[in-house]
């Protein structure tokens, strides 16, 4: 066997890795794309409201890490159970999610509805135009409050299904509801086709009905697919306390990790608004919107990832997960290299989307698409990594190598750029990603003790 075919496996490893990696970018495309088109009617209404909706936006992103974090936690468990063929075990992988995402609920609701005015104030230290910019912000987050509930049993839908090899029926739920979204933001923010304009205020109700939808698409998938494990909603409050238990202890890390990764963007963001005004906070969120087009192939690498190497350590076929796992960390970076060059052209969609905003935001926009698209192979490598730990429950590696790194290294260094130099939002980010090398290397030397090649199935 030669080195090329030790490093890289035959085409038809790669089109089965190309059919689960290319609906998951779908579906997180079309959510992404949604998100796109809801920035570009809401900048329309100005820089203060633009960033009003963008400043609550980051409080659902860190609610939605922390969701990701636990459906990943839990179909680490899903993955492995589904080769091992144990339906029980499935279940109460399920059970963990839902249990789990409902205790973050209450947290949400709490700082959406009850103290979403303090929290805002938080992340505009320092903005001068932080009043102007937070009650529009409250506005936002009072609406989308509702939405936390749909939301909750879509990502576990979506995520399950995924992990049961069930790749197309969450793509077809995100583009029915993706459609739905476009036309009732078109309705409500402008107040077109008869409905009432409300701006900002909109843009959430929109999200609202559209997660609604989404759910009861979702009820009618599971009714009415033959293949896909039926659960009932008794099931999904049974627990194994023993097993449970177990899921529970592997997934503190994992969730933990992701959630200091989620405080240290939230962290890092409110000290990129504090070195200017509403322009830097509209022009950083716009970049990320754009950003976000092309960040759906690390959600793509890791479902892939974990589904190909999970279900072969569930059905306790080491040596070749060990084989393909040397395959996949190959071929993504092959891959990183076609997601860069697509990247980089995003940078021409600033002026055209976003020409409602100032020069200055538009700018600000530009600079930070074009350096995030130049860390794509990192990224793309290094998430390829965690998965291929986390499929073996080895979350250690990603407490370890992302989440304390985040905390003594990538949070003071943000801190000091922002506060005890000039360099500006777009210089920070930049610098402070280069950490992100170090850990890809961590990554490397950490893989090679081969502590992720673990049958979890095996009780």
Not at 366 to 387: D, G, S, T
Request: aromatic letters at 12%; proline letters at 2%.
């Amino acid at each position: 066997m030669t080195q090329t075919r030790k490093l890289f496996g035959d085409k038809k490893f790669y089109i089965y890795a190309l059919l689960l990696v290319l609906p998951v970018m779908g579906q997180q495309l079309i959510e992404n794309l949604v998100n796109l088109i809801d920035n570009f009617m809401v900048a329309g209404l100005g820089d203060i409201k633009m960033s009003g909706t963008s400043v609550a936006g980051q409080i659902i992103f860190v609610f939605i890490v922390l969701l990701n974090a636990v459906c990943m936690s839990g179909g680490i468990f899903v993955t492995q159970f589904n080769g091992a063929k144990d339906e029980k075990g499935i279940k109460q992988a399920i059970s963990f999610k839902t249990i789990v995402s409902l205790g973050l609920l209450v947290i949400y609701l709490l700082i959406c509805l009850v103290f979403p005015r303090q929290t805002l104030s938080i992340m505009l230290i320092g903005n001068n135009q932080k009043e102007a910019i937070i009650e529009e912000g409250v506005k936002y987050m009072h609406m989308i409050a509702f939405a936390g509930l749909p939301m909750i049993i879509c990502y576990i839908c979506s995520s399950s299904l995924r992990e049961l090899g069930h790749v197309k029926q969450p793509l077809y739920a995100s583009f029915a509801a993706a459609i739905i979204n476009m036309i009732l933001n078109y309705g409500f923010i402008y107040g077109n086709l008869g409905l009432p304009r409300l701006e900002v205020v909109g843009a959430a109700l929109a999200t609202f009905i559209s997660r609604l939808c989404e759910v009861f698409i979702f009820i009618y998938i599971f009714k009415k697919s033959d293949n896909i494990i039926k659960i009932k909603l008794k099931e999904v409050f049974y627990i194994d306390r023993k097993l449970f238990v177990d899921i529970f202890k592997r997934s503190t890390r994992t969730i933990f990790s992701e959630a200091i990764w989620a405080f240290a963007e939230t962290v890092t963001v409110a000290l990129y608004n504090g070195k200017g005004g509403a322009d830097v906070v509209s022009g950083m969120a716009a970049s990320f919107t754009i950003a976000n087009l092309y960040f759906t192939s690390l959600g793509g690498v890791n479902v892939a990832t974990g589904v190909i190497l999970g279900k072969l350590l569930g059905e306790g076929k080491l040596q070749e997960a060990r084989e393909k796992r040397r395959w996949i960390s190959s071929g993504s970076f092959i891959f990183s290299i076609f997601v860069t060059a697509l990247a980089i052209l995003t940078t021409l969609l600033v002026p055209i989307i976003y020409a409602n905003l100032s020069l200055s935001a538009q700018e600000i926009c530009k600079r930070m698409v074009f350096y995030m698209a130049l860390f794509m192979p990192v990224w793309i490598i290094f998430n390829v990594q965690l998965a291929v730990a986390r499929s073996g429950g080895d979350t250690y590696m990603s407490f370890v190598l992302d989440g304390m790194v985040n905390i003594f290294m990538t949070i003071p260094l943000v801190f000091y750029l922002a506060k005890g130099t000039d360099v500006g939002p777009v210089g920070i980010y930049m610098i402070a990603r280069f950490i992100d090398i170090g850990k890809v290397i961590g990554s490397y030397f950490w893989l090679k003790k081969e502590t992720w090649l673990v049958n979890l199935t095996d009780r």
